[in-house]
């Protein structure tokens, strides 16, 4: 299985921006589709991104057209760049992996490798 492991979380004023990145580990990253996933305080964790071998890309309603999620298959890394950031993005931000080359948006269950987390924080 891969080990994924999340870094670059980290304290911003609303407006601003932050990449956070997840590193893969132990497995072919060309082979894996992969998202972003949050978990706020007292919230079910949702799905913010989603990114396939091939490029292809979705966002939820509440990250669009600010959020640009990007995977790099030679350096074994994905990314999520975050822009205009609002108090209401703070939750710890989660990569995970599904052993496929696409998925389907929406599908939290298809993920079955997971990372820590990164705790991204906006303040008003």
């Known amino acids: 299985k891969v080990q994924l492991v999340e870094s670059g979380g980290g304290s911003v004023h609303a407006g601003g921006s932050l990449r956070i990145f997840c590193a893969a580990y132990g497995y072919t990253f060309s082979l894996l589709a992969m998202g972003w996933f949050r978990q706020a305080t007292g919230k079910e964790r949702e799905e913010v991104a989603t990114?396939?071998?091939?490029?292809?890309?979705a966002y939820s309603d509440s990250v669009k057209g600010r959020s640009n999620i990007s995977q790099d298959n030679a350096k074994n890394t994905l990314y999520l760049q975050m822009n205009d950031l609002k108090p209401e993005d703070t939750a710890m931000y989660y990569c995970?992996?599904?052993?496929?080359?696409?998925?389907?948006?929406?599908?939290?269950?298809?993920?079955?490798?997971w990372g820590q987390g990164a705790q991204v924080t906006v303040s008003s």
């Open positions: 995970a992996a599904h052993y496929s080359r696409t998925c389907a948006f929406g599908r939290l269950g298809d993920f079955r490798s």
């Open positions: 990114s396939d071998s091939g490029g292809g890309t």
